[in-house]
């Protein structure tokens, strides 16, 4: 493992020890970052920095990051050079200390790679609405195995799928859905009348650097079932493909990754049942709602009459 995964898988292991044992929280976490504004959100308190490699915590990447108070971005453009404390608690995360240092243009980095939700994918026009496998039924995935798997294997299963990926280490953004997996996870398993016919995905946004090896090693920071919750890559296109079905939009520049968020339930119907846009603690949400939709069962599609 290369010493990004080591630091990547260090501080999720860190952040699980703490959110899920009775050990208490770890102490906050502060570093000094060098970046530039790429663009400053309307909310006046977000601003997405390209910042250097934060060393001992993350690699160089271009993030949004949450100011306490407006006033901490007070005066700062697009393209300005910066310097901030960036402090990280095992929930949480913000930026202080903002201090302008140059004025720079955006460097160039070629032209992103988007998705959104402006091509989504077709199914075949047919007397009943299309289900997620049928749109899906041409991709493979590759699981934290390394195994190949494919969207029918989950049929009958009501699923929970969300987006994220290993080197985002920010508490509130991937680590969070993490959590939320593993604590819907261990809730499930822990309730006597729960339905068995339920399973969690996450699929990465970065399937070149969240090899097999990386995401296993993740999982198992977050105390994944495998039997209960699978880490899925796929190539970049086919990881385009499943976000625009969900309306998810995310940029990839280089090394860097900026989304929004998504979590969807499907029922064992194979039909989408919810999407969430929000991160946050999301856990009895995905109980309450994969609950529900393990009941799901689909109508049988009436042929038309022979004329």
């Known amino acids: 493992m290369n010493r990004s995964c080591q630091l990547v ?21 502060s570093f000094e970052v060098n970046g530039v504004v790429r663009e400053l959100k309307p909310d006046g308190r977000t601003v997405l920095i ?8 993350m690699p160089a990447m271009t993030m949004p990051l949450r100011a306490r108070s407006t006033n901490e971005l007070a005066g700062i453009r697009a393209g300005d050079a910066i310097r901030f404390r960036l ?7 913000w930026i202080e200390g903002v201090t302008k240092i ?11 790679e988007r998705a959104s939700a402006t091509a989504t994918a077709q199914a075949p026009a047919t007397n009943a609405p299309p289900r997620l496998a049928d749109l899906l039924a041409d991709i493979t995935f590759t699981n934290q195995s390394g195994q190949p798997v494919s969207w029918s294997q989950f049929d009958g299963q009501a699923l929970a799928l969300t987006f994220l990926f290993t080197r985002c280490p920010l508490p509130e953004y991937c680590p969070r859905l993490a959590r939320n997996f593993s604590g819907a996870s261990r809730k499930l398993a822990a309730m006597p009348d729960a339905p068995a016919n339920w399973h969690l995905i996450a699929l990465t946004f970065d399937p070149e650097f969240d090899s097999p090896a990386v995401l296993r090693a993740y999982g198992q920071a977050y105390g994944q079932d495998t039997n209960r919750w699978s880490l899925l890559a796929t190539s970049p296109t086919n990881t385009a493909r499943v976000a625009q079905l969900f309306g998810l939009n995310y940029v990839r520049e280089g090394g860097t990754i900026n989304h929004d968020f998504r979590t969807v339930i499907i029922d064992a119907a194979g039909d989408v049942q919810a999407v969430w846009p929000i991160g946050g603690d999301t856990t009895d949400m995905l109980v309450a709602e994969l609950t529900k939709a393990a009941r799901a069962s689909r109508a049988p599609v009436k042929n038309s009459p022979a004329r």
């Open 9 to 29: 898988f260090a501080f999720a292991l860190a952040i699980t020890l703490g959110a899920l044992s009775g050990c208490g929280k770890p102490a906050p976490r």
């Open 50 to 57: 390209a910042h250097d490699e934060i060393r001992g915590y």
């Open 87 to 93: 402090v990280v608690t095992a929930e949480e995360s």
């Open 102 to 112: 140059g004025s720079n243009a955006p460097a160039s980095r070629g032209a992103p």
